[in-house]
């Protein structure tokens, strides 16, 4: 077989290993190859080169496939926290932000009252919507009407004479809220024998700066 033409079947065999040349050609390449075990060998190589490359070109479309696949997961995983982060924000910012309770608004008139047993303890009762409130924020009033406050220093401490208290409450209440509100709750304030100077108590509605008498010595 001549150098000249194993060169010009060399020059075909890239076509020829990616099915392009024509039928001529193809023909003159495959009678070629059949008689020249050079040229044979030159596109075996070519063949294993070809399969060689078409693998690591799988191997990179499925390495990108994955790392889009993580940066997808990535993204959608900072989504969903910041969405959490967010709705719990709100959660505690709104639904569970308190508030005092407003006497009349929340009908206190019947879910409060305040009674005295044999002991001279007093107890505070509460039932429906009052009976959510976690927290009793308490104040004293002296003789002249002034309240115990860093911001009052008319308040005469020595002339106590009042007990006051404020309900707080949540905005919003969820459904357990809800569930339980008919039940009554009582609370111990202080035994009347030892606070002598205690005449009344009263809830202190700090919104309209009134009060509410739920107590009086006899």
């Given at each position: 077989?001549?150098?000249?033409?194993?060169?010009?079947?060399?020059?075909?065999?890239?076509?020829?290993?990616d099915e392009v040349c024509s039928e001529e050609s193809r023909k003159a390449v495959a009678e070629h190859i059949s008689q020249c075990d050079n040229c044979r060998k030159e596109l075996e190589k070519m063949g294993?080169?070809?399969?060689?490359?078409?693998?690591?070109?799988?191997?990179?479309?499925?390495?990108?496939?994955?790392?889009?696949?993580?940066?997808?997961?990535?993204?959608?995983?900072?989504?969903?926290?910041?969405?959490?982060?967010?709705?719990?924000?709100?959660?505690?910012?709104?639904?569970?932000?308190?508030?005092?309770?407003?006497?009349?608004?929340?009908?206190?008139?019947?879910?409060?009252?305040?009674?005295?047993?044999?002991?001279?303890?007093?107890?505070?009762?509460?039932?429906?919507?009052?009976?959510?409130?976690?927290?009793?924020?308490?104040?004293?009033?002296?003789?002249?009407?002034?309240?115990?406050?860093?911001?009052?220093?008319?308040?005469?401490?020595?002339?106590?004479?009042?007990?006051?208290?404020?309900?707080?409450?949540?905005?919003?209440?969820?459904?357990?809220?809800?569930?339980?509100?008919?039940?009554?709750?009582?609370?111990?304030?202080?035994?009347?024998?030892?606070?002598?100077?205690?005449?009344?108590?009263?809830?202190?509605?700090?919104?309209?700066?009134?009060?509410?008498?739920?107590?009086?010595?006899?």
């Amino acid at each position: 077989m001549s150098k000249n033409n194993c060169e010009l079947i060399k020059d075909l065999l890239p076509l020829y290993a990616d099915e392009v040349c024509s039928e001529e050609s193809r023909k003159a390449v495959a009678e070629h190859i059949s008689q020249c075990d050079n040229c044979r060998k030159e596109l075996e190589k070519m063949g294993q080169n070809l399969a060689i490359g078409a693998d690591k070109d799988i191997k990179i479309i499925k390495r990108i496939k994955r790392r889009v696949w993580i940066e997808r997961a990535v993204i959608a995983g900072i989504v969903v926290l910041t969405a959490f982060t967010g709705l719990f924000a709100f959660k505690m910012a709104v639904l569970d932000s308190i508030s005092p309770m407003d006497y009349e608004e929340h009908n206190l008139a019947e879910n409060i009252w305040v009674e005295v047993d044999e002991n001279g303890d007093l107890w505070l009762h509460k039932k429906g919507i009052a009976s959510q409130s976690a927290n009793i924020f308490p104040t004293l009033r002296d003789a002249n009407g002034n309240y115990m406050g860093y911001d009052n220093p008319e308040f005469d401490r020595d002339a106590v004479d009042g007990y006051g208290l404020t309900l707080d409450y949540r905005k919003v209440l969820d459904f357990s809220d809800i569930e339980i509100a008919t039940q009554e709750e009582k609370t111990k304030l202080f035994n009347i024998n030892k606070k002598e100077n205690i005449n009344e108590v009263f809830y202190y509605d700090e919104e309209e700066n009134k009060e509410y008498t739920l107590w009086e010595r006899d």
